[in-house]
């Protein structure tokens, strides 16, 4: 099956500080990827939708101020979140959409491993 | 109000045996897609089958196979033969073609699988 990476898996940070994650598709294109968050044992929510070349789409209640995002190629895309706080310790997941060229309902969206994020 | 629902927090299932978990969706769009993904504990999210709204027949891919019910409005996953790997939170989610979306997935809240030896 496709493959996304992401980058860090785990990241400690001091507060105030600002953390990059990437996101890339490995073996196809993606024009559109999906930032998630997930808090423990919960589901996943969705932060924002990025698509290569434009701005991204944030969900309501999400700061775009604070979680950067950047869809720079078809490969990659970045979350940055600024002046990290501890309450914004969580696990999160992108996903990039593979296009399946029919109806867009059977496009698959494979997930990134995920990025635990710590900040003390 | 949800859109995916899953009822089911936890499960347990015997080794070797067949289980169904069940998922609930709510949508206006006649297009949609339906969706299970595995999360075992290191928290990736595994894709393991899709049910399109038009599809007239169910899902199977391996061991897992797709109850879908359209006029219910479910899609529930039935896992046979489990194996102690199967052990992980399932989440069923949901892609709905129409309405503005872009695309992306609602997910439900999860259901805890956990494989008795």
């Known amino acids: 099956g496709a493959v996304v990476s992401q980058h860090p898996s785990r990241v400690i940070c001091k507060s105030g500080t600002s953390v990059k994650i990437e996101c890339r598709s490995l073996d196809f294109q993606a024009t559109t990827m999906f930032w998630y968050r997930q808090f423990p044992k919960q589901s996943l929510m969705l932060m924002a939708t990025s698509n290569e070349g434009s701005k991204a789409t944030y969900e309501q209640g999400v700061e775009k101020d604070k979680f950067l995002i950047n869809h720079a190629s078809l490969t990659l895309s970045t979350l940055t979140v600024t002046s990290a706080h501890p309450e914004d310790s969580s696990f999160y997941i992108c996903?990039?959409?593979?296009?399946?060229?029919?109806?867009?309902?059977?496009?698959?969206?494979?997930f990134g491993p995920g990025t635990r994020l710590t900040v003390l | 109000a949800q859109k995916i629902t899953q009822t089911q927090p936890g499960m347990f299932v015997q080794e070797k045996e067949a289980v169904t978990l069940d998922c609930t969706y709510d949508?206006?769009?006649?297009?949609?897609?339906l969706f299970w993904y595995k999360q075992p504990s290191s928290g990736e999210m595994i894709f393991l089958i899709y049910?399109?709204?038009?599809?007239?027949q169910n899902a199977t891919e391996g061991r897992y196979s797709l109850n879908f019910q359209k006029a219910r409005k479910s899609a529930n996953l039935v896992i046979s033969a489990s194996q102690l790997g199967d052990s992980a939170m399932y989440f069923c989610a949901m892609r709905e073609v129409g309405g503005g979306s872009q695309g992306n997935l609602i997910f439900g809240k999860g259901t805890k699988l956990s494989v008795k030896p």
């Open positions: 949508t206006s769009d006649p297009s949609y897609g």
């Open positions: 049910q399109g709204s038009y599809d007239q």
């Open positions: 996903s990039a959409r593979r296009l399946a060229g029919g109806p867009t309902s059977t496009d698959t969206q494979y």
